[in-house]
């Protein structure tokens, strides 16, 4: 678990060095610009948030199987479960996760709640180049945090005292918790749906199934954005 803060210290550092950068630009470009404003802005600047994650996510990855290298006695291969299934248990999964998400669909439907948040339309509307949020929302993204969560952070929570139910509620408790984007209703919906990347993760041992799954759904949630946000 240090090694994990470590790992997300980083990943949070090269985001601020990010916004530092484009503030600094921004700035000289634009001296008598209200510095306050604008991180208020860039808080929700979809641009900054992808930069942020593409450049992010790839480093911290790297780092992640670096210190497996460094740490543990295990292979990579080994430590972080890189095997595969067959495809009968990775459609019965994928059963699963299709029932949780329009589950989810009918349930935010009937709340009255926007399908797609507001705060993630805006993401995409303000990313200026749509290449780079689907390769950060459904490419870097997942990776680094399927390796993150369910690759690092699992196994270490699985090897202790708390075992699989452990690992699976800390690291969808933790998930969950990153998203300080959304409200407490989408928190709930990212928990739920770690609890079922976690509990796959258990079951099938496999990180490439959690992570098709992850891609999966924010490949939908991307899809929907597109449809329900005009972005």
Same mark, same amino acid.
């Given at each position: ?44 600047? #979809?641009?900054? @948030? ?6 992010? *996510?790839?480093?911290? +990855? $790297?780092?992640?199987?670096?210190? /497996? ?86 196994? #270490?929570?699985? @090897? ?6 452990? *690992?699976?509620?800390? +690291? $969808?408790?933790?998930?969950?918790? /990153? ?53």
């Amino acid at each position: 678990m240090g090694l994990s803060v470590v790992v997300f210290l980083v990943f949070v550092g090269i985001s601020v060095v990010i916004l530092f950068v484009i503030g600094t630009a921004y700035s000289a470009n634009n001296p008598n610009a209200d510095i306050e404003e604008f991180v208020e802005a860039a808080a929700t600047n #979809g641009f900054v @948030a992808f930069l942020g994650i593409s450049l992010a *996510a790839p480093v911290c +990855t $790297a780092l992640v199987l670096l210190l /497996i290298k460094l740490k543990a006695t295990l292979s990579v291969e080994e430590y972080l479960c890189l095997v595969p299934v067959g495809a009968r248990t990775a459609l019965i999964w994928f059963a699963f996760l299709a029932l949780v998400l329009i589950g989810s669909d009918l349930l935010t439907h009937s709340l009255g709640r926007p399908i797609v948040p507001e705060v993630m339309a805006e993401l995409f509307r303000t990313s200026h180049f749509v290449a780079l949020a689907w390769f950060a929302v459904i490419f870097a993204g997942p990776i680094f945090e399927e390796v993150f969560f369910r690759g690092f952070m699992f196994r #270490g929570i699985q @090897a202790s005292g708390l075992g699989n139910v452990g *690992a699976i509620g800390i +690291t $969808a408790f933790t998930w969950a918790a /990153i998203h300080t984007q959304y409200d407490g209703y989408l928190l709930a919906t990212v928990f739920v749906l770690g609890i079922l990347f976690g509990a796959a993760r258990a079951v099938t041992g496999s990180l490439y199934l959690t992570t098709a799954m992850h891609m999966a759904t924010n490949l939908i949630a991307t899809i929907e954005i597109t449809l329900f946000a005009g972005s």
